[in-house]
């Protein structure tokens, strides 16, 4: 091969070096933790943390409305007793007990919603751990492939530095020291139809006729990579 040939063998390679390293990474870190099942796992614990809240809140409101009970028990026996004479007093105090009896029904209706808010957290804590376990079956039913995907571009990237490594070192020190020094991106380009595939600009003909000999370095006059025939 001719150095440019070289030079874009080399570009090639580095350029799939890339990319395998990237999806490597990318699927190395999918099998160590799936983002997937991270969200439902967190999911999961957010429903949880309201369950927490609202069967705290129902205990909160048992224990309130049977204080509650207690004492108006012990009101309504005492009125019933007989013990109080004075009629105010009586008055008084069996308006007390309708009160009592009013907030009480009050606080049942309170209790009423508390419970259907805790059964909801309830049940969203079974769909959520329903959703995990899918997204766990899920997941582990994509390994597999992935580890066979990983196997095989393990294997590429070692082919792939090793042709990397051994074009290197057929390209001419002096072309290598100069490409070394070049810093655009992709550095060769190919010449189609006389034009310099990276800028489209039309290649001089003294370029061209440098290209198809090609035992010198030809550079793009527009953009300065180094050209190579397709
Ligand atoms: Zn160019």
Redesign the pocket.
Known sequence: MKPAQLLFEHQRLVDRERILREDIERVTARLQSDPEVVELETSLAEARAIQEVAAARLRESDHEREAHRTRLRSREKELMSGRIRNPTELMQMSEEVSHMKARFAEEEDAEMRLMEDADAADQAVRDAIANLEDGRRRSAADEPSLRHELAGWTAELGEVVAERDSVWEQVPPAVQAAYSRMRMNPRV?QVVNNQ?T????TVTSSGMQMLRKGDEIVH??????I?VRD
């Open positions: 380009a310099c990276a800028c489209r600009v793009c006059e527009h953009c300065g990579r050209l």
